[in-house]
């Protein structure tokens, strides 16, 4: 038994002399340790970078070799102390790794993308007013504060009528906010959100979840800046788009949903509302204009 673990520990050791006597040729660029450096890694990197116009290219790609060769030693040293092997590395790694699968799935639906024609891009631009001829930009009286774990804590702001009245019961309630000046963009709402906020009562508070935020807001002026017709064209093309691939991956979900075999531990809510999504309990607390 010991001569044959003698064995593998030299075979192993041979394995890994060997790949740090690797040459780094053809398309391999530099060799780290033993772990390749690609000409195609440096490529993708440079693709992800502005390149400013006369740029000498090749010293471009000599630094951003150097980046990844740096990044690449913390990373070894990271793991020779173990922390590939912690709990925190393995769950950030599959949340990173699912969202560069998700990022390459749009990039792949935009390919397949069609081009709307003239007159689908003249009703979008009509259609959405608030995007284009009628684009305005708010200024808030706004206050932020993290989405609670118990959503029924909101309740308590049904009844409140202003701002001043929203900060008394956050406070009473203990929770954290902030509160200050704001913009708000009615070209980044929606036409469909932006609706609901212009039916709320003038000084009556709105709300909008974001991601793990909630932010209440009181509109206090605004100054509409009308898209340029120049400019309308471009951006209605870009949004019919987007809505096109977003689409095509909402139908992917949904039709991943019906076919996986997923179960649940007791406690976990399958049917738990989206943080986005404008039906769920956090917006309705407040009046929004539905």
């Known amino acids: ?51 400013p116009e006369g740029a000498n290219e090749e010293e471009l790609r000599q630094a951003v070799l150097k980046r990844i060769i740096d990044r690449r030693l913390l990373a070894q040293a990271a793991r020779e102390d173990g922390l590939d092997q912690t709990p925190e590395f393995l ?37 959405n007013p ?54 708000m963009d009615s070209a980044r709402l929606g036409e469909e959100r932006l609706q609901r906020i212009l039916a709320v009562p003038q000084g009556e508070p709105f709300v909008t979840p974001e991601g793990s935020m909630v932010t209440v807001a009181v509109i206090t002026d605004r100054e509409v800046q009308p898209v340029s017709p120049e400019e309308s064209r471009p951006a209605a093309l870009q949004a019919l788009r987007n809505a096109e691939i977003q689409r ?18 007791e406690g976990f809510d399958a049917d738990a509302p989206d943080v986005d999504d404008p039906n769920n309990p956090v917006e309705s607390v407040m009046k929004d204009g539905q």
Do not use: H, W
């Open 248 to 265: 095509s991956l909402e139908s992917r979900l949904e039709s991943a949903r019906q076919t996986a075999d997923i179960t649940y531990q």
């Open 91 to 127: 769950v950030r790694r599959r949340q990173l790794e699912d969202a560069l699968l998700i990022q390459l799935l749009r990039q792949k639906q935009e390919r397949a993308a069609t081009v709307p024609n003239e007159g689908a891009i003249d009703n979008y631009i009509s259609e």
């Open 1 to 51: 038994m010991m001569n044959r673990l003698t064995k593998i520990a030299l075979l192993a050791s041979a394995c890994f002399l060997a790949a740090c006597d690797q040459e780094p040729t053809g398309q391999v660029a530099a060799v780290v340790n033993g772990e390749e450096i690609t000409l195609q890694e440096i490529n993708t990197e440079l693709s992800s970078i502005p390149i």
């Open 130 to 183: 608030g995007s284009f001829a009628n684009r305005t930009i708010f200024t808030l009286d706004r206050i932020q504060f993290p989405l609670p774990s118990n959503l029924d804590m909101l309740k308590a702001l049904e009844d409140d009528n202003t701002m001043d009245e929203v900060a008394a019961t956050l406070d009473g309630l203990g929770i954290n906010y902030t509160r200050g000046k704001a913009g």
